[in-house]
Nanobody
Framework: QVQLVESGGGSVQAGGSLRLSCAASIWMYSSYYLGWFRQAAGKEREGVAA????????TYADSVKGRFTISRDNAKKTLYLQMNSLKPEDTAMYYCAARDSWRRNSLAPEYYNIWGQGTQVTVSS
């Protein structure tokens, strides 16, 4: 079984915080690179944050640097995205994803082969 399930989405006011979780049922979970992606209405899916297998290196989109934090707990097989100082432009469907091979661009959606179903985040003005 290969599965990623997101949770924690919802509606918040601008400036608020939200934490997304992604529970995994993946063989050799600790060997996968993980990432968070989002897709707003009428826009292409974009990378938000990525993390290496052991959690030692993280990568963020410029638009979320300083506001979002990605982390993983390999013992719990769970990926997290802490989102602070949320803005209306953060409104989107958020997805967690995994890849089992190295790619130079860790935020490129096309390099990820396992995807969750998504969780909606809506930020109001």
């Amino acid at each position: 079984q290969v599965q990623l399930v997101e949770s924690g989405g919802g509606s918040v006011q601008a400036g608020g915080s939200l934490r997304l979780s992604c529970a995994a049922s993946i063989w050799m979970y600790s060997s996968y690179y993980l990432g968070w992606f989002r897709q707003a209405a009428g826009k292409e899916r974009e990378g938000v944050a990525a993390i290496t297998t052991g959690g030692g290196i993280t990568t963020y989109a410029d638009s979320v640097k300083g506001r979002f934090t990605i982390s993983r707990d390999n013992a719990k097989k769970t990926l997290y995205l802490q989102m602070n100082s949320l803005k209306p432009e953060d409104t989107a469907m958020y997805y967690c994803a995994a890849r089992d091979s190295w790619r130079r661009n860790s935020l490129a959606p096309e390099y990820y082969n396992i995807w969750g179903q998504g969780t909606q985040v809506t930020v109001s003005s």
